[in-house]
């Protein structure tokens, strides 16, 4: 199924929403989460995304819902073809509450973001982070896709979002299966300061200096 949603502010555009699994409720869903990250984008960054996809010669933007058919089922959304695309993992998503899905839509917002003002991959640099999240003696250490990660987050925090908040919300809630390569609600969800701890963690190790 797929919808087409008009985001209204500084500069107004189109997007296709599509769900690639049976979940009826999966596209208005995703319509409501969007729109809230759209009113939270800071104007001047909505012209620059909204100029990037108007420009495009191929298709209009959009974001879909689908079962993950990529080999880390821990990641929770993925933003392609220069930010005109964003996956969202429902088979994750679909089990965590609006605030948080929210929030990793947002991170993959950010994604396009740098795609529109000319910082995809290979063009950030440590002179573009802010220091934010993390100090900055510890930026020589990112590793490229890292240094995109925590521009992304340092991005969101900007908007009003926690970077961490999916992280620490998964590591409370969710139980991870490596085998079935799938989450699962835990019975009880664990405590609060200890899993912030892990998290924060896991999100430095795993996304900021990863390979």
Known sequence: MTIEVNLNGAHPVSVRIESRIFDPAAERRIESL???????????DQIAIARHWNNSQTSMPKVAAADP????????GM??????????NW???????DDVVE????????HTWQWAIGKDRFALTNDDLAGTIIAIKYFKRASVVGRVELHADETILRWGYD???SVLWKERHLKPSAKDKKWTLRKKPLQVERSRKRASKKQTDAYYLKD
């Open 91 to 97: 088979t994750t998503n679909r089990l965590m509450p």
């Open 79 to 88: 933003c392609e073809d220069e930010g005109r695309l964003i996956w969202l």
């Open 69 to 76: 058919w990529w080999d880390d089922f821990w990641t929770d």
């Open 163 to 165: 970077p961490l908040h």
């Open 34 to 44: 969007l729109k809230s990250v759209w009113s939270h984008i800071h104007p001047n």
């Open 103 to 110: 929030a990793t839509l947002a991170h993959e917002m950010a």
